[in-house]
Nanobody, 116 residues
Framework: QVQLVESRGGLAQPGGSLRLSCAAS????????MSWARQAPGKRLEWVSG????????DYADSVKGRFTISRDNAKNTLYLQMDSLEPVDTALYYC?????????RGQGTQVTGAS
């Protein structure tokens, strides 16, 4: 069955960086677009970034553009999210998602906290 397992998140100081990874299994990862989404306390699930199956295109939500970088390693069935210049508003539960929208299958999530 499809499994998406996010790495442990963490606490970042203002302006700090964190890198998330997501190990995928149970489907042909190299043929699937992938995304990251997040949900802050009391808010709706928000799409953060997406990447084509062959990494030929990426896109970002305006709120993270220029600070976050999505990438993937198809040989390792792994998705990444490099988060730089973290801010308190980035505090959320981050999910790895199969596909290009928040409606796809997602992992259990990992907590990221941007300290104030």
């Amino acid at each position: 069955q499809v499994q998406l397992v996010e790495s442990r998140g963490g606490l970042a100081q203002p302006g700090g960086s964190l890198r998330l990874s997501c190990a995928a299994s149970g489907f042909t990862f190299s043929r699937s677009a992938m995304s990251w989404a997040r949900q802050a306390p009391g808010k709706r699930l928000e799409w953060v970034s997406g990447i084509y199956s062959d990494s030929s295109d990426t896109d970002y939500a305006d709120s993270v553009k220029g600070r976050f970088t999505i990438s993937r390693d198809n040989a390792k069935n792994t998705l990444y999210l490099q988060m730089d210049s973290l801010e308190p508003v980035d505090t959320a539960l981050y999910y790895c998602v199969q596909g290009w929208s928040v409606t796809g299958f997602r992992g259990q999530g990992t907590q990221v906290t941007g300290a104030s």
